[in-house]
């Protein structure tokens, strides 16, 4: 069952002034058991998450503002776990929100990395308890994320969860099935009220006969909006989707900001962005077919905020076939993609200021750097 938690965090976010997020849309290589030299898969993919930190906590131009780092689902290491977070700690500046997509691990050892981490997963601890208590599952494998948050005076906080339902294919790699979480953060930032939460691929659509993930989400937003009028300003999902733009995406996105059988508050301001893995991940499985293209991350807004649609080298900007929605839409090549991110304090239909902007787009080079592409805004040719 998908049982979302408040987390109140210390966040000193400008009042009123757009945030940042920037996507790591990188290559992932699929971990299997009988890999020919693991420790050198590891220590690639350790080295192109560092050379990405090392650029955030170097900060160059406006990079400096920052505030949401977005990694796909299954990129780091687990053994690179306490490197990333002294990293994190040590370098990164306050009021920076970083979300890793983790690789799988065993249910017991990740239990035990959770309990280090226990004064703010105080409920995942205890729903792990509870599975361990009804079966012999501690072999099960776990596809999880962390979001480690640095507050405004500088204390690093950190956060985990466990992907709900796994994709088909993970659960047959293998032969093994995987553990599905149950505890999700909604996170309360202060004292601006900014409100966001983290998603792992298929959490995004799981659904049973009788409850729904994402329908889940939405009834908390709308608690939230009648309660203190809030919103759910800002969604992330954290995939390694070789078709990222599949009907079953596309249909929950549709009733997400469709309203078709009631209006949704608590959700009509927020933010979705998809942080999805390179194409070149492909190359890491062994049957992959043709249609699978991976990348394409995206970001979504209302329609309401009536974006020109257009076209530039780098990234589109559409509809999505006919949703209600604006959609930035980008390519499926290694990319770190810099925008900012509007707060519905600033939404206005008066305005003529795109609300979306991509600031800033970065391609890798050789040795793990990354180089900025030269692209100029003005030149978005309409669809």
């Not at 790591?24 to 690639?44: C, V, Y």
């Not at 065993?106 to 226990?118: D, N, S």
């Not at 809030?230 to 996105?253: G, Y």
């Not at 995206?298 to 959609?327: A, N, W, Y």
């Amino acid at each position: 069952m998908f049982h979302i938690v408040d987390k109140t965090v210390t966040l000193n976010y400008p009042l009123g002034h757009h945030l940042h997020c920037m996507i790591s849309q990188i290559p992932n290589h699929i971990r299997f058991d009988d890999e020919l030299d693991p420790e050198a898969i590891t220590q690639k993919k350790w080295l192109l998450i560092q050379s990405i930190l090392d650029l955030v906590a170097t900060g160059p131009g406006n990079l400096k503002k920052l505030h949401f780092l977005l990694f796909p689902e299954s990129t780091l290491p687990c053994c690179h776990l306490d490197d990333a977070i002294e990293l994190i700690d040590s370098r990164f500046r306050a009021n920076t929100v970083t979300m890793l997509g983790m690789e799988h691990i065993a249910l017991h050892q990740f239990k035990t990395i959770v309990e280090r981490y226990r004064a703010d997963n105080a409920e995942l601890l205890k729903s792990i308890t509870t599975d361990q208590d009804c079966g012999d599952i501690d072999h099960l494998r776990v596809n999880w994320a962390v979001i480690a948050i640095k507050e405004g005076d500088g204390t690093l906080r950190v956060f985990i969860q466990a992907k709900s339902h796994p994709f088909a294919g993970e659960e047959s790699l293998d032969h093994r099935d995987l553990y599905h979480g149950k505890i999700f953060p909604l996170f309360h930032s202060q004292p601006t009220g900014f409100n966001f939460m983290a998603m792992i691929c298929f959490d995004y659509i799981y659904r049973t006969m009788y409850h729904s993930n994402i329908t889940t989400v939405i009834q908390r937003a709308n608690e939230l909006f009648f309660s203190s009028r809030q919103h759910l300003d800002f969604l992330a999902i954290l995939e390694c989707n070789p078709k990222p733009e599949h009907d079953t995406f596309r249909d929950v996105i549709n009733g997400f900001y469709g309203e078709h059988l009631a209006a949704a508050p608590g959700v009509r301001e927020t933010i979705t962005t998809f942080c999805n893995s390179a194409t070149d991940t492909r190359e890491s499985l062994p049957h992959c077919g043709d249609q699978d293209t991976f990348g394409h991350s995206s970001v979504f807004i209302h329609k309401s905020h009536k974006m020109t649609t257009g076209q530039l080298g780098e990234f589109t900007i559409d509809d999505f076939s006919g949703l209600p929605v604006c959609r930035l839409r980008f390519g499926a090549q290694s990319r770190l993609y810099y925008f900012n991110l509007p707060v519905f304090h600033e939404f206005d239909p008066r305005t003529t200021r795109m609300p979306l902007k991509v600031h800033t787009i970065f391609k890798p080079t050789t040795q793990n750097g990354w180089q900025t592409i030269n692209f100029n805004p003005d030149a978005l040719s309409h669809l």
